[in-house]
Each structure stands twice: as C-alpha cells, then as structure tokens.
C-alpha cells in the first residue's frame, strides 16, 4: 500500500473521531441525529480497512485472538477500569447521577452489555468489547471463504432480530452481528484496491445522491444509536450509513489540497484513535459551562459551541497521547522501544 492512501486512512480516522465527539456533544441537534446514521458504521468499516494491513491469511486462532486480547481487551479493560475509578470517585457527584448504579457499572466492565446505563461512566467504552466480538467473528467468516457473503447477511439478520426484540448478549454480540458487516465490506475494499473515489465526476454524483439520502433520512425521521439499540428499518438503514459513509470518505479525499502542517496534525490524530475515544470525558461540557457561565443545554444545541468543545477535548487528549506513546505503550497494545530493538537482533 502506498504511503498516501496509508496518510488517508489516518485522515478518515481522524475525522471519525471527530464526528463521534461532536456527535456526544451536541444534543437535540439536526447535525448531531445526522451523524448518529453512520459515525458507529464507519468506524467499524475504518477497523476492516485497517486490519487489511495486519490480518495474514496463514494466522492460526491462537495467534489472532492472542493479538486480539492485547490490542483490544487489554485496552479496554485499563481505559475502562482508569476512567471507572474517576467517575465513581469525582464525575457521578458533579453529574448527578447519584441515581446510577456503582456496581452495576463495574459488573459491566467484565460482561460488557450495551446499554448507556452500563457505561455511564464512560459511554464509549462499549465500542471496545464490541469491536473485539465483531474481530473474532471476522476471523470465522473469512476462513469460509466461498460462503462468507451467505453468513454475512445471516449474520446481520440475526443481528437485527435479536436488537429489534431486546434480547442483548455480553460483549454486544448482538450489535457485533450487524457491526461485520461493515468492517468486512471495509476489508474488502482496503484489499482488492476498490476507490469509490477514481472517477472525480462519479464520485460527486454518488455524493450528491448521497446527500438526498441523508436527507430522506431526516424526513422519516430516521433515529439510529447503536449503544441503545436503536435501528430503523433496515432500508433507511442502510441509505442512511451507506449515504454518511461515502460523504465523509468524499470530503476526506480532499486532504491533498490543505498544507503538509495540517495533514501530520490530522494524522497524528488519526493514529491515536483509540486513545482519544477512551479518554474523551463530557466533564469538559460541565466545567466550559461554569467557566464560561453558559447553560449546558446552550452549549450542547449550538454546532459554534460543540465545535470548539470538541477541538478542546483533542487538545486535552494531547498531553495524555504523548504519555502513553512513550512510557506505557503497552496500554494501548504496542511493544516499548527497548523490547522492538531486542525483537530486531533477535530476527538478524
């Protein structure tokens, strides 16, 4: 793969995470429901395109749900714990949320049942058990080889089903069902080189047309949020995540256009994802608001103001991004320094 498309990538991450922070922000807000159409999707499309780069065909089990654990569950269960600790003990007072449960909340760190409920204290933590479910199921459909668009749609029908009539399973097994889809058509699109994007005037009449089907959505009313188990039927579905999907892959393509400075800047974002959606806090909505002497509700209903929220909480995330990189790596499922040279001598 050459080094622009790894660059674009980057990009889409970063605009990923932007839009599921702005997304959290903003609430009773026309932008803020258009983005809950696709901004899970296309996270988990983005994780098939990436895994094009590390998935090997003649990986055993052992070895794929090994590398799993430490580059998901590991993770999760840090970020999870760290951040558990930090609203149990500081957050859920300047919320209020003395009505929420401390102890179901820790419960569900282990059983990882998606709910808000659940995950108060952090409400993006269940993307991590949830990717981890829809990785292994991956590793499974893939071996099936000639059947895996048969098991794909079963899957995801199952999926639907099972959401549709509230019966939930650890790890959002449920939501992982629907959630492969995306990230194995993602795969297939990183691994056959499939640019939607070549023919310039293709691209902005599918993105036209993708801009009227965002907009159909709306008119239906069309409510998606995959943490609640919310769905439309699966027609506005699919019109809405196929239509957000292919927006913001449009838009993203453009990144050649802005100064080398701006694309390291994205990029370095884009490469911290999963730091930065960890470490994401809506505290910072709280205290803005009493710096600022502005209502909550003011700030979370003005796109002005939820932008600059957003640009805040990266900025924060910095700081915290640097730390982990260089001293705890391993957090994040990466090797240190010191144990990637001894790895190097060992191989020569």
């Known amino acids: ?170 790890f959002g097994i449920e939501t992982a069902m629907i959630s492969i889809l995306f990230l194995y058509f993602g795969y297939v699109l990183k691994k056959k080189e499939i640019n939607v994007l070549d023919n310039r005037l293709v691209s902005i009449i599918i993105a036209l047309i993708s801009i009227l089907g965002i907009f159909i959505c709306y008119r239906f009313d069309c409510q998606l949020n995959m943490l609640n188990h919310i769905y439309p039927n699966i027609i506005l579905f699919f019109i809405g995540t196929l239509s957000g999907i292919y927006i913001t892959m449009f838009v993203c393509s453009f990144y050649k256009f802005i100064n080398k400075r701006m694309i390291d800047i994205l990029s370095f974002f884009g490469q911290n994802t999963l730091i930065i959606m960890c470490c994401q806090k809506r505290i910072v909505i709280k205290l803005f608001s009493i710096i600022s002497h502005i209502s909550e509700e003011m700030l979370r209903s003005n796109i002005i103001f939820a932008l600059l929220i957003t640009v805040i909480i990266l900025l924060v995330t910095v700081p915290i991004i640097y730390i982990i990189n260089k001293y705890f790596p391993f957090i994040i499922g990466k090797k240190c320094k010191v144990r990637l040279i001894k790895d190097e001598l060992k191989d020569s």
């Open 1 to 170: 793969m050459d080094k622009k498309r790894d660059i674009y990538i980057d990009i889409l991450r970063c605009t990923g995470i932007i839009l599921v922070i702005l997304a959290h922000v903003l609430k009773n807000n026309i932008i803020g429901n258009i983005i809950y159409y696709f901004h899970m999707p296309f996270f988990f499309l983005l994780s098939g395109m990436s895994m094009c780069f590390s998935y090997k065909e003649e990986i055993t089990f052992k070895e794929y749900f090994t590398k799993k654990v430490k580059g998901i569950l590991i993770p999760y269960f840090i970020f999870a714990i760290v951040t558990f600790i930090y609203w149990a003990v500081f957050e859920k007072k300047i919320r209020n949320q003395s009505d929420i449960s401390t102890i179901s909340n820790f419960i569900n760190i282990f059983l990882g049942f998606t709910s808000t409920d659940g995950y108060a204290f952090n409400i993006v933590m269940w993307f991590l058990p949830c990717m981890f479910a829809t990785d292994i199921i991956f590793y499974f459909v893939k071996k099936s080889d000639k059947f895996s668009n048969i098991i794909l749609i079963i899957l995801f029908l199952i999926g639907y089903i099972l959401v549709q009539n509230k019966i939930f399973m650890p």
